[in-house]
């Protein structure tokens, strides 16, 4: 099983300021013959669902806002929420898609300082 | 607009059997594969099994292999998890997820609000 790793466990961060998560792969999640990462962005507010930000490593869903960008390739990947807003408060999971099991990763406790 | 809405969860003793379903409507049911994903209290998320839209291949995590079976009746747009011998780790939020196409590698796109099963004595 691909194991996800996520950094860090938990982040506080000023309102207004920059946000980085941080996401692992135990092996590489990059299919080579159409070139794109299969690792999905979720976010999980309190008593509500998880909601898809980012699939494809970086494709933002439509209606997420642009402060949030996914990057990386193959085994690293970094959720970036730029300018951070008070509805931003949630806890933040990576997933790769690569092949079942489909794995998560450990989630990312964000909250504003 | 995607709806997707589990019923059946509850309070069952270890050992005992519970049916979830998954109620789904907005979309072309059986043309997209269906997953369950849990959460244990306090702690993150773990997919459970998928299934793709034709019924005809069907995926689980190990921690629920020979246990748990998941089905779907098309005709009537609902997704099923049928869970036998369940143990006090089984207790979690399942959630109804459908995958964003019909395979065994895709994301989850939209999510029900989740039903809530106690393994309990």
């Known amino acids: 099983d691909i194991v996800m790793t996520q950094s860090p466990d938990s982040l506080a961060v000023s309102l207004g300021e920059r946000a980085t998560i941080n996401c692992k792969s135990s092996r590489s999640v990059l299919y080579s013959s159409n070139n794109k990462n299969y690792l999905a962005w979720y976010q999980v507010k309190p008593g509500q669902p998880p909601k898809l930000l980012i699939s494809w490593a970086s494709t933002r869903e439509s209606g997420v806002p642009d402060r949030f960008t996914g990057s990386g390739s193959g085994t690293d990947f970094t959720l970036t929420i730029s300018c951070l807003q008070a509805e931003d408060v949630a806890v933040y999971y990576c997933q790769q898609y690569w092949g079942t099991p489909y794995t998560f990763g450990q989630g990312t406790k964000l909250e504003i300082k | 607009e995607v709806q997707l809405e589990e019923s059946g969860g509850g309070l069952v003793q270890p050992g005992g059997s519970l049916r979830l379903s998954c109620a789904a409507s907005?979309?072309?049911?059986?043309?997209?594969?269906m997953n369950w994903v849990r959460q244990a209290p306090g702690k993150g998320l773990e997919w459970v099994s998928g299934v793709r839209g034709g019924g005809d291949s069907s995926y689980y995590a190990d921690s629920v292999k020979g246990r748990f079976t998941i089905s779907r009746d098309n005709s009537k747009n609902t997704l099923y998890l049928q869970m036998n011998n369940l143990r006090a780790d089984d207790t979690a939020l399942y959630y109804c997820?459908?995958?964003?196409?019909?395979?065994?590698?895709?994301?989850?796109?939209?999510w029900g609000q989740g039903t809530l099963v106690t393994v309990s004595s």
């Open positions: 997820a459908k995958s964003a196409r019909d395979g065994n590698n895709d994301y989850f796109d939209y």
């Open positions: 907005g979309f072309t049911f059986n043309t997209y594969a």
